[in-house]
């Protein structure tokens, strides 16, 4: 049984450029979220995902947004790369009725600005 | 606002030493709390879940304890050991109605083991 996968692995891009990244949830399950790592810092929330909307957002500005598909996996865009937005990005999958049940994290894409 | 602090930032001890790792919240309305483990460079592993009803979890040589009105957690290592080097983020979730709750989480503690 496949866990949660991301791809690329590792991305490098400039200011101002614009990238997408995505995830594939664990088998069976339907709410994805996004988290962002700056170095030397916990995860924090970007926003969520399930039956293809966005559920929950935390503190991101607009340049950030994401798509779910019917399959449930799931995309991260951001728009206007600022190098402040050089940081590891986390996919998480849950089902979403299973409450007392944690969130399984992918390996992460790391993105780098230049 | 939820806010978790882990101290200390990080930690380096003799193999073979029991050590304790500490984890605060500000807000004791938690639905439960996590601690996770993270490689440098990788993804996060799920160590423990204590419910907000349960006071502690143990897995192997891990013992993680819940005080919800003080609003603190420990994660306990007996006898540590080189392979238990990686940063241990602490994690609550305020939401219960779902398995959809963001997580909220610490800075994480940076331990290593040396041999």
């Known amino acids: 049984d496949a866990g949660v996968t991301q791809s690329p692995t590792h991305l490098i891009k400039t200011r101002g450029q614009q990238v997408t990244l995505r995830c594939s949830p664990k088998s069976g399950h339907d709410t994805v979220s996004w988290y962002q790592q700056a170095l030397g810092q916990g995860p924090q929330f970007i926003f969520q995902y399930y039956e293809e909307e966005e559920r929950q957002r935390g503190n991101f500005p607009d340049r950030f947004s994401g798509h779910q598909f019917p399959n449930y996996s799931s995309e991260l865009n951001v728009n206007a790369l600022l190098l402040g937005d050089s940081a590891l990005y986390l996919c998480?999958?849950?089902?979403?009725?299973?409450?007392?049940?944690?969130?399984?994290f992918g390996p992460g894409t790391r993105l780098t600005v230049l | 606002k939820q806010e978790v602090t882990q101290i200390p930032a990080a930690l380096s001890v003799p193999e073979g030493e029991n050590l304790v790792l500490n984890c605060s919240f500000t807000?004791?309305?938690?639905?439960?709390l996590q601690w996770f483990r993270q490689d440098p460079g990788k993804g996060l592993t799920s160590l423990l879940l204590i419910q907000s009803s349960q006071r502690e979890q143990t897995s192997g040589r891990l013992n993680a304890s819940l005080d919800k009105s003080s609003g603190r957690s420990t994660l306990y290592i007996a006898a540590s050991q080189p392979g238990d080097s990686a940063t241990y983020l602490c994690a609550v979730r305020t939401d219960g109605s779902s398995n959809t709750g963001k997580l909220i989480f610490g800075q994480g503690t940076t331990l290593q083991v040396k041999p």
């Open positions: 807000d004791s309305a938690i639905y439960n």
């Open positions: 998480a999958s849950s089902l979403r009725t299973a409450r007392a049940d944690t969130q399984y």
